[in-house]
């Protein structure tokens, strides 16, 4: 029996996502992006060495029989596209062309990345053009990826042929979904958010949101409504990041700061800013797993708290958060966990952590994990 999973961002992205579904990918048949575009930057370790990929699901491409699906719900920047393939092509010549990307999903266009650097700087934006980019197909006079082709090609007025030639010669399809739908019926998918719910524009802090759907919602508006879920992942990290402007509770400053942001290495993987760093705060995961459809969790970077005597986490807020404006002026209430040494050893330690986690979010740990190598993600 086919098995359909997806692992959703569960706080403000950069939680691990990209880790967890390369690991995890060998088991699938397809690994679909379905929201945001290059404002995600998921890293990868794979051989031993770093790759961040924007655009491209988290395949593991060295298991041949696993396609790569960009659904229609990203908005792609078509060149930073070629870029992400021709650099996998250069380090995996064999890997097959498994590359497929909705005609559906919306262009990011230059002057989109134009409006966003002149427009989104009080959001800290990525300024990828995402939300320009956004809100030109609500807007409806969007470009889609099918309004550059005529007759099955690339059409030379769109502007946009050298760039789909280039793909199309590397390679990479561009499809219809519901073409594929029958074969995808009898095989596992695994759906990877981009961003996390903290960040959906529906559900997160708004305005501090990016403008896409990082719920299961996003699962749905990209056309894979016909596809049953066995299991929604949220993925948490075993403190908090977050990157941009707005309300973040459990947010620490100074020393304390520096030390968690350089242990972490915690600079953004597309931006290279510096991200903002706190403890883990539960009431935002449990509000995290309520409104974005999560079911189980998975937790990541245990191994870069070892060592540590205490470890803080935000047990509540004075006031339930049960909207997005009760995260602003939240007053966070932190208890401290005793700390661990060698997370992959599974001390008891992380029992007590974990059983925390899930008496206040209602949500099981499966997996954890204690560092970058596939077999750093331990079943829970
Ligand atoms: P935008 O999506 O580039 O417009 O950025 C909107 C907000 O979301 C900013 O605070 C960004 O830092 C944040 N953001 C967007 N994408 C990601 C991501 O993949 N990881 C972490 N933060 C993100
Ligand atoms: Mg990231």
Redesign the pocket.
């Known amino acids: 029996m086919s098995k359909n999973i997806a692992i959703l961002?569960a706080m403000?992205?950069?939680e691990g996502k990209g880790h967890v579904t390369h690991s995890l990918s060998k088991d699938f048949d397809w690994v679909i992006r379905f929201n945001?575009g290059a404002?995600?930057?998921?890293t990868i370790y794979r051989d031993g060495k770093k790759f961040v990929h924007n655009l491209l699901p988290s395949v593991d491409f060295r298991h041949k029989n696993v396609k790569a699906y960009l659904g229609s719900g990203m908005v792609i920047d078509l060149e930073k596209l070629r870029d992400e393939v021709h650099a996998l092509r250069q380090s995996y010549p064999d890997a097959p062309p498994n590359i497929y990307v909705d005609y559906e999903a919306f262009i990011v266009e230059s002057h989109h990345k134009e409006e966003?650097k002149a427009t989104?700087g009080h959001?800290?934006?990525?300024?990828?053009g995402?939300?320009p980019a956004y809100k030109d197909k609500v807007a409806r006079r969007g470009k889609r990826i099918i309004d550059c082709f005529t007759e099955g090609r690339p059409d030379m007025i769109s502007g946009y042929s050298g760039v789909l030639v280039d793909l199309i010669n590397m390679g990479v399809h561009f499809v219809h979904q519901l073409e594929l739908q029958s074969a995808m019926e009898g095989s596992n998918l695994l759906f990877e958010g981009?961003?996390?719910v903290l960040?959906d524009i529906n559900h997160g802090i708004y305005p501090?949101?990016?403008?896409?759907d990082a719920t299961v919602g996003g699962i749905y508006a990209s056309g894979f409504g016909w596809a049953k879920l066995d299991k929604v992942y949220g993925v948490a990290k075993c403190y908090t990041t977050?990157?941009?402007?707005?309300p973040f509770p459990s947010e620490i400053h100074g020393q304390p700061a520096e030390d968690l942001r350089k242990m972490g290495n915690e600079f953004?993987?597309?931006?290279g800013?510096p991200r903002r760093v706190g403890w883990l705060d539960l009431p935002a995961l449990r509000y995290a797993c309520d409104k974005g459809g999560i079911n189980a969790l998975i937790l990541t970077k245990f191994d870069i708290l070892n060592g540590l005597p205490q470890v803080p986490v935000v047990l509540a807020y004075k006031k339930k958060p049960v909207s997005p404006s009760d995260f602003f002026n939240a007053v966070p209430m932190t208890t401290a966990i005793e700390g661990w040494l060698d997370a992959g050893n599974k001390p008891s330690q992380l029992d007590d952590f974990i059983r925390t986690v899930e008496l206040i979010t209602k949500r099981h740990v499966e997996y954890v994990s204690c560092g970058t190598a596939e077999h750093d993600i331990m079943a829970w």
């Not at 953004?268 to 931006?271: L, S, Y």
């Open positions: 961002g403000w992205g950069d945001g404002n995600a930057g998921h966003d989104n959001i800290g934006s990525t300024n990828r995402i939300g981009a961003q996390g960040l501090y949101v990016s403008c896409s977050k990157v941009g402007e707005g953004g993987a597309t931006t800013r």
